[in-house]
Structures are given as structure tokens and as C-alpha cells.
């Protein structure tokens, strides 16, 4: 029996010995040098030369863009206006994916929040049902949705027409920090496929959308443990869709499985996934365990060294090409204001052309409207400009634009020209083809971003021809 007792005893206290070990292994931190040194956070950044661009695109934009959005009412077709805090605004890293699958952790693992006040909370349960906008600021403090998007020289401004009870789920985290002075992370509640959106008390996925549409990486996360793919997330990623090139799919906690069994993990999510991104090259998927704790023993820990080094150096190519992606931005935004005004001015063309002393002005447009094919809208606009077949909105859109916005609102191109303020058409088009790719070139060649062309060789004189014999 006594026997008995002290093996009892010893199992017991081997036990104990054996989660007290283990127990020590997961107090371990890791060593987070690599994040320094990969992101250059010790480096000074060039803040005259980044300011003197941001300030040129601002006047550029806002002389030769904007007054043809407002002339054309953009906004009111693509629902999206490009405010001077979004211009001016860091690059967004945006987290998204199913609850408790890391996230949150993954944040507080790259800013170092690990054990401060201020770290994001994590748990094994759904802990995350704010949007959490990190960024930087003088000091830590936190700011209410309501504040956020009543300050006109933040980015957020325009979330308030999701309404009052999504602000009251929206957070912002200001803290000074390295890393936050070049990006700004935004944490996303987990998707829970079994709650319905209504439930959440606003449009959960046009929020989603709102991010999506102005985040210039897109961090989507999985565990081993959370690979289903549901209804929430399916639409998750058709709200993707077009912007494959910003996401990157992170297989999370990988460290918890052998290596056999991270493989097979690894392909059955590659077979969840396959259905939603139809692209010839799919995204790139990074394995490791994103979280302060060092590697679980007899795990692939090099490999995961390298996979977070990898997205790391990812990372840190948004940061340095943000004024690049700023400027590309902008000159997609204004060549589709261009599009969408050279389509209203042949509506109106079109519109004048069928009008007669007899005709009813309703029936007419509404026939024009509902057939644009018939009018040939479309299809002038692909033979008289070089605009691509592929940039051209739904037709479909003009049919609820018109409906709120009649056409007798609207003057032909030919009528948007001042003495003083020249041509809309001819300034839109100058910025498109000649100044923001002169910005761009001026950025990748390190000259100084703020002298116009005009400054550097003279607007207006005829070139003068070296070869020519006077």
C-alpha cells in the first residue's frame, strides 16, 4: 500500500515539475530586435522632403480634381470623398479574419504593448467587438469614435454615416510610438458566423468595405484551428475582390502543431480559400505564431523566424512606397472623375440631340437612361478618348445617379470654362498625364518634390534645338 502511495506521489510531483517547466518555457519573451531592425525604426526619415510632396498633391487634387467632382457630383456615384486627412493620412494596415485567431496579440506583439496599459485584449473567447484604430500621438490616450469622426483632420470623418451606434464601436489608441509615426493598425471585431449583421446594430460589412477600400495592406488571419469558411466570410472576401494585391493570409499559432500536421492545415486552407480568390497568382501566406511568447520546443522555429522576417520586409515596403501609393491613388481617383465626367457630358449631349418642341423630357431621358446602348453612350466615349473598355462604370449606376440628380443640373463640358480658372476638362487631364507623374518621378529620383516643371525649365518657351545650326 506505502508502496503504492509513493508512486502516486512521484507521478504527482513529476507532473507538477513538468507543467511548472513548461509553464516557464511559455513566460518566455521573444526577442523582438529583428522588428527594429527589418522596419529601420532607428532610421530618420526625410520629413521636409515627404511634407513638400504631400503639400504638392493636396494642390494638385484640390485645383484639378475637385471642382470636377463637384461640377459632376462624383461623390454621389462612388460614395466615396477624398477628404485632406485622407491625403495626408499614414498607410493603413488593416487585420481581418474569424474570432480569436490572434489579431488583437499580433498588434500588441509588433508595437511591444505586451504587459503596458495599453495593450489590446486578447482572450481564448470573441474579445474584440470594436473597430480599434492604433496610432500615433503625443501621448497614450484613447479617443472616442464620436471625437474621431468630428475632427476634420483626421481620415475618419466620413465614418459617420454609418450612424451613431457604430461610433459608439469605434476606438481610437493614440500612444507615441516608432512604428505608428509611419503606419497606422486598425483591428477588426472576428467574424462569428453564426451571429447575423443585424444583430451587431450596424452595417458591419459597408464598414469592413470603408476600410478595405482605404487600407493599403490588408492582414487576413486564420488559426488551425478556424478554417471554415462561412456566409460572413465569403462576403468578406467578394468585398476583396480587385484588391488582391494588398492582401496577405496569415496562418496563425502554427507553432501548436507538429510539422506533419502544419501541412496538412496548410493545404485545407488553401482549399477553403481557392473558391473565393480567383486569381492567377493567389496571395501570399505567411506561417508562424505571431504573439510575445518564444516558439513551442520541437517546433520549425527557423522557419517561422523567417516567415515573420518576410512579412516584416512586406511590411516595410508599404512604408517606404506610402507618397508613391498616395500619389498612384489619386491619379486612379482622377482619371475615374474623369471618366464618369466625359460620360454625364454625352448623357447631355444625347439628351439635347433627341429633345424636340413636342418631346417630353421625362420619357426621353428615361428611354436614354434605360438603354444606353442604343444612344451609343458608352461606346463614343471608347471611340472618341483613350479610355479603356475596362475602367467604364456599371451602367446600371447612372440609372439610380440620374434619379437623383436630373440631367437639366447638369452643363456639357464645353461649358465648364472660365477666363481666369481655364478649362475642368483640360486641368483634370493635365494632372493625369503630366504633374502627378512628374510628383512620382520626382519622388523616385530624390529631387526636390516642390518645384513645378514650370520652375525648372520655363512654362511657355518654345525648346530650343541644340542640333540646329543658327
Known amino acids: 500500500m ?3 502511495v509513493s508512486i502516486c506521489c512521484l507521478l504527482a510531483l513529476l507532473l507538477l515539475q513538468a507543467t511548472a517547466e513548461v509553464e516557464e518555457f511559455d513566460n518566455v519573451l521573444r526577442d523582438r530586435s ?48 477624398i ?3 485622407e491625403i495626408t493620412s499614414k498607410p493603413m494596415v488593416l487585420f481581418l479574419g474569424p474570432w480569436s485567431v490572434g489579431k488583437s496579440s499580433m498588434i500588441n ?24 484604430v492604433i496610432m500615433h500621438g503625443e501621448k497614450i490616450r484613447s479617443v472616442e469614435g464620436i471625437v474621431m469622426a468630428a475632427d476634420s483632420s483626421r481620415s475618419f470623418s466620413p465614418l459617420e454615416k454609418f450612424g451613431q451606434n457604430f461610433l459608439e464601436k469605434l476606438i481610437g489608441i493614440e500612444m507615441p510610438h516608432k512604428m505608428l509615426e509611419r503606419v497606422t493598425f486598425v483591428d477588426t471585431p472576428g467574424i462569428i458566423e453564426n451571429r447575423k449583421q443585424q444583430e451587431r446594430g450596424y452595417p458591419f460589412n459597408d464598414v469592413c468595405q470603408w ?21 460572413e466570410l465569403e462576403m468578406l472576401f467578394r468585398q476583396l475582390k480587385g484588391r488582391e494585391s494588398q492582401i496577405r493570409i496569415i496562418l496563425n499559432k502554427a507553432d501548436n502543431l507538429a510539422t506533419q500536421d502544419l501541412m496538412r492545415v496548410y493545404g485545407a486552407l488553401f482549399w477553403s480559400l481557392a473558391p473565393l480568390i480567383n486569381v492567377t497568382e493567389p496571395p501570399r501566406v505567411y506561417v508562424s ?7 513551442a520546443p520541437d517546433t520549425s522555429r527557423e522557419l517561422f523566424k523567417r516567415e515573420e522576417i518576410s512579412l516584416l520586409e512586406d511590411l516595410n515596403q508599404v512604408i517606404e512606397n506610402r507618397m508613391e501609393n498616395k500619389i498612384a491613388f489619386i491619379r486612379q481617383h482622377a482619371i475615374r472623375v474623369r471618366i464618369h465626367a466625359l460620360l454625364v457630358d454625352r448623357y447631355v449631349q444625347t439628351f439635347k440631340e433627341k429633345m424636340s418642341f413636342f ?14 446602348d442604343k444612344f451609343y453612350i458608352f461606346k463614343s466615349i471608347l471611340a472618341k478618348t483613350n479610355v479603356s473598355k475596362f475602367d467604364l462604370p456599371n451602367r446600371d449606376a447612372y440609372r439610380d445617379f440620374f434619379g437623383i ?31 502627378l507623374p512628374a510628383l512620382l518621378s520626382s519622388i523616385n529620383s530624390g529631387k526636390q518634390p516642390g518645384l513645378s516643371s514650370c520652375e525648372v525649365t520655363g512654362c511657355g518657351e518654345k525648346p530650343k534645338n541644340r542640333y540646329r545650326k543658327n
Not at 49 to 66: E, G, P
Not at 211 to 231: E, H, S, W
Not at 289 to 295: A, G, L, Q, V
Open 2 to 4: 506505502k508502496g503504492t
Open 34 to 81: 529583428h522588428i527594429d531592425e527589418t522596419l529601420r525604426l532607428a532610421t530618420e526619415e526625410k520629413a521636409t522632403d515627404y511634407a513638400a510632396a504631400i503639400q504638392k498633391l493636396r494642390k494638385v487634387y484640390h485645383t484639378s480634381v475637385k471642382p470636377m467632382e463637384q461640377a459632376y457630383k462624383y461623390n454621389e456615384l462612388r460614395q466615396h470623398e
Open 83 to 85: 477628404s485632406d486627412g
Open 109 to 132: 506583439y509588433l508595437l511591444g504593448l505586451h504587459d503596458s496599459p495599453y495593450q489590446l485584449y486578447t482572450g481564448a473567447e470573441p474579445t474584440t467587438s470594436e473597430f480599434t
Open 211 to 231: 476600410f478595405i477600400d482605404r487600407a493599403d495592406l490588408i492582414f487576413v488571419v486564420f488559426d488551425p484551428t478556424k478554417l471554415d469558411v462561412g456566409l
Open 289 to 295: 505564431s505571431f504573439w510575445p511568447y518564444d516558439y
Open 359 to 372: 418631346s417630353d423630357p421625362e420619357l426621353v431621358f428615361q428611354e436614354i437612361v434605360d438603354d444606353p
Open 405 to 435: 440628380n436630373p440631367i437639366a443640373n447638369f452643363k456639357p463640358l464645353t461649358s465648364q470654362c472660365s477666363y481666369i480658372g481655364g478649362c475642368l476638362l483640360e486641368k483634370i487631364e493635365k494632372a493625369i498625364t503630366n504633374e
